[in-house]
């Protein structure tokens, strides 16, 4: 049974720090894996997408690598921002399924 | 807009009575999916949809939870009998259906039972 885990739970940073918030998940298979932001009370909006054959995505600021091996992905954050403050999901397609496991998350302050 | 849509937004009711929850994915996505999220959590995976057919459901969509899609486009997902429980946020996502393709989320509908 696929489990994702998502280190640090919450992680409070001053602004313009470089931050790497960290997913693992037990089953290598994978057909893709999505990082998410999520603001309070709010949907979930869509930052990175890696299929099982990439080893990183870059968007702006953002970059995620995944290892499938060791079951790991990052998200990388350069110069963070106020306005980045939120939490950030994980989440894992497959194997065998096309539905998403979802890690936790990681709850993300950045301070002024 | 194109995105995936999901009403209402919030839904207050008490507790046995029954609630229904409509999304309207992205017109050309095939494969719709519901997910339920509570607080502190992760979204968990309810059920999902390859055109009108239901295709997976999780052990979470106890016997009061329904959910159809039966003309391929929109759903609905129904709770008979809420209970306190049920509070949540439920999400529904939307894609392609061709091979492994990118989920596009709804903003949720936000159930509180009292």
């Known amino acids: 049974k696929q489990e994702v885990t998502q280190i640090p739970a919450a992680l409070s940073v001053p602004e313009g720090e470089n931050l790497v918030l960290n997913c693992s998940f037990t089953?290598?298979?994978?057909?893709?894996l999505q990082w998410f932001r999520q603001d309070p009370g709010k949907g979930l909006t869509s930052l990175l997408l890696?299929?099982?054959?990439?080893r990183e995505q870059t968007s702006g600021r953002l970059n995620a690598s995944l290892d499938k091996s060791s079951g790991r992905s990052t998200l990388y954050i350069a110069a963070s921002q106020p306005g980045d403050s939120a939490t950030y999901l994980c989440?894992?397609?497959?194997?065998?399924?096309?539905?998403?496991?979802f890690g936790t998350g990681t709850r993300l302050k950045v301070l002024a | 807009d194109t995105g995936v849509s999901q009403n209402p937004r919030h839904k207050i009711t008490k507790r046995g009575q029954n609630v229904t929850f409509r999304c309207d994915p992205i017109?050309?996505?095939?494969?719709l999916y519901w997910y339920r999220q509570t607080l502190g959590q992760g979204p968990e995976f309810l059920t999902y949809?390859?055109?009108?057919?239901?295709?997976?459901k999780s052990r979470l969509l106890s016997d009061r939870f329904s959910a159809e899609r039966p003309k391929g486009s929109f759903s609905t997902l129904e709770i008979q009998r809420t209970e306190q429980g049920d509070s949540a946020m439920y999400l529904c996502?939307?894609?392609?259906?061709?091979?492994?393709?990118?989920?596009?989320f709804g903003p949720g509908t936000r159930l509180t039972v009292l």
């Open positions: 989440a894992v397609e497959g194997p065998g399924t096309y539905k998403y496991i």
């Open positions: 017109s050309e996505h095939n494969r």
């Open positions: 949809f390859q055109n009108e057919a239901q295709l997976e």
């Open positions: 996502a939307s894609s392609l259906g061709t091979g492994t393709t990118k989920q596009f």
């Open positions: 089953d290598s298979a994978i057909y893709n």
């Open positions: 890696i299929q099982s054959s990439q």
